[in-house]
């Protein structure tokens, strides 16, 4: 009995040592001596992209392939995680799909550098509610197109 106490107390300890926040610094941790290390490249940099905003109005649109064409041509000039986003989204092969991927590009967008005269608007009924950027005009909502264009609103 006293074996499988000491065998369980360990158990507990190994969990809540892997689960302790490491307070040291990314960049000075030490890799292991096999370990591949991979630079990392900034997921978000610079002002967003009219190829996302031409994305968005097709989507609105329902216009498929203008979307896709404005995703990947948003792949095409973007690096990290926003390139690698849009070219999830221009791979799908219909509104449904583009429209899922495009709100986790519309995640990374949103934090982004807007022009001045774009806003990020806020559909709370698309999947939890999802954001994206346009004109601050009359709504254009991509996640639902022309069946609810105008769901939503603008939240700055």
Known sequence: MNRIALFAGGIVLFMFSSCAPNDQPASSREAAPDATVIPQTPAVSGALSM???????????DDLEKAKASLTALAAESTGEL????????KTGDLAAMRESFKALSAVATSMELPKEYAVAFCPMYKGGAKWVQK???????????AMATCGSFVN
């Open 51 to 61: 190829n996302y905003i031409d994305a968005a109005s097709a989507l609105a649109a």
């Open 83 to 90: 390139q690698t986003l849009a070219q999830a989204a221009a």
């Open 136 to 146: 601050k005009d009359t709504l254009a909502n991509p996640y639902f197109g022309k």
